[in-house]
């Protein structure tokens, strides 16, 4: 069974960092593409950054963009996401999604498909 739990949100003043991290397991972690994506309050879900199996490649929203580089462990089975310069229009409900095929997101790079999202943690961006 698949598993994605992510943990590292919290209250951050505007200019702060977090860093979240995913940890997985009832899968080959490394034979998957990973994401993250964040709902913020009243809106749809948006992808943030993806990583190749291997993690040689990633990929930004113009967003996150040299803000929140996203790095995996494959002996560990982690996937992370540094948030640096974080402002008010970070504040969301930040979710890693496992590369699948199910669900679809749309980026900047074109299409991503997902199959399993974790239960999500809350980043608030606020002084």
Same mark, same amino acid.
């Given at each position: 069974?698949?598993?994605? %739990?992510?943990?590292?949100g919290?209250?951050?003043?505007?200019g702060?960092?977090?860093?979240?991290?995913? =940890?997985?397991?009832?899968?080959?972690f490394?034979?998957?593409?990973?994401?993250?994506?964040?709902? =913020?309050?009243?809106?749809?879900?948006?992808?943030? =950054?993806?990583?190749?199996?291997?993690?040689?490649?990633?990929?930004?929203?113009?967003?996150?963009?040299?803000?929140?580089?996203?790095?995996?462990?494959? =002996?560990?089975?982690? %996937?992370?996401?540094?948030?640096?310069?974080?402002?008010?229009?970070?504040?969301?409900?930040?979710?890693?999604?496992?590369?699948?095929?199910?669900?679809?997101?749309?980026?900047?790079?074109?299409?991503?498909?997902?199959?399993?999202?974790?239960?999500?943690?809350? %980043?608030?961006?606020?002084?």
């Amino acid at each position: 069974q698949v598993h994605l %739990v992510e943990s590292g949100g919290g209250l951050v003043q505007p200019g702060g960092s977090l860093r979240l991290s995913c =940890a997985v397991s009832g899968f080959t972690f490394s034979r998957y593409w990973m994401h993250w994506v964040r709902q =913020a309050p009243g809106k749809g879900l948006e992808w943030v =950054a993806g990583i190749d199996r291997s993690g040689e490649n990633t990929y930004y929203e113009e967003s996150g963009e040299g803000r929140f580089p996203i790095s995996r462990d494959n =002996a560990k089975n982690k %996937v992370s996401l540094q948030m640096d310069s974080l402002n008010n229009e970070d504040t969301a409900v930040y979710y890693c999604a496992k590369g699948g095929v199910g669900r679809s997101i749309r980026t900047m790079w074109g299409t991503y498909e997902y199959d399993y999202l974790g239960q999500g943690t809350q %980043v608030t961006v606020s002084s």
